[in-house]
């Protein structure tokens, strides 16, 4: 069965360095998301992407946070200059349309921000 | 505002007996889903239950919605310790441009053997 991956599982970081997060989507999905949930919080969306641009970002989704889908297959969260607050695990997901019902997770990757 | 709050935030049980969690939302949806979450781990999904929908069931799930109370319940029957996980709604509003999901703060199952 199809499924979302994300590389790393786990990234540690210093503060103020830049981190890439890598997902790849499902094939035939059209819409990609990030969310993220700090330890123990609620997951939180912060962009969604279609269309090779960003439909809605956050507020969480700041200048710090960029996104980019470099190919056909990968869908990437970059994190310019990591605060500590940035720690949390990062989740990826694919949907196939916007008429679709069910968004498909990766398994998320987990960054530590030192 | 918070769109989808649990209760309760914890519950623990006893093996065999069935475990109920609900969700409460705040804005007009498309659907809502239930996910579930190991400690540290990926989401899981597991039932959708679209607005015009008032139940579903998934096997041992069981699913409700009321869309006049703007909630929700999800019943799991004859729990077992693998059914430990922490559970979450989300809704989806297909108003918005981008069908993201909204989630709830979940609920921290035990399920003790």
């Known amino acids: 069965e199809p499924e979302v991956t994300q590389t790393p599982s786990h990234q540690v970081t210093q503060m103020g360095q830049e981190v890439i997060l890598r997902c790849v989507p499902i094939s035939n999905h059209l819409y990609f998301y990030w969310y993220r949930q700090i330890l123990g919080q609620k997951v939180e969306f912060l962009v969604s992407f279609y269309n090779n641009e960003i439909s809605e970002k956050s507020e969480i989704f700041d200048d710090q946070f960029s996104v980019e889908r470099p190919d056909g297959s990968n869908f990437t969260l970059k994190i310019r200059s990591t605060k500590l607050e940035d720690s949390a695990m990062y989740f990826c997901?694919?949907?196939?349309?916007?008429?679709?019902?069910?968004?498909?997770f990766g398994p998320g990757t987990r960054l530590t921000v030192l | 505002s918070q769109q989808g709050e649990e209760d309760p935030q914890a519950l623990s049980i006893q093996e065999g007996e069935n475990a109920t969690m609900n969700c409460s939302y705040k804005t007009s949806i498309n659907n809502l889903q239930w996910y579930r979450q190991n400690s540290g781990r990926g989401l899981v999904h597991l039932i959708l239950i679209r607005s015009n929908e008032r139940e579903k069931h998934s096997g041992r799930l069981r699913v409700t919605l009321d869309t006049s109370k703007k909630s929700s319940s999800l019943l799991i029957t004859a729990s077992r310790a693998a059914d430990t996980a922490s559970y979450f709604c989300?809704?989806?509003?297909?108003?918005?441009?981008?069908?993201?999901?909204?989630f709830g703060t979940g609920t921290l199952l035990a399920v003790q053997p």
């Open positions: 997901a694919s949907l196939t349309s916007g008429r679709a019902d069910t968004q498909y």
């Open positions: 989300a809704t989806a509003d297909y108003g918005g441009a981008t069908n993201k999901l909204i």
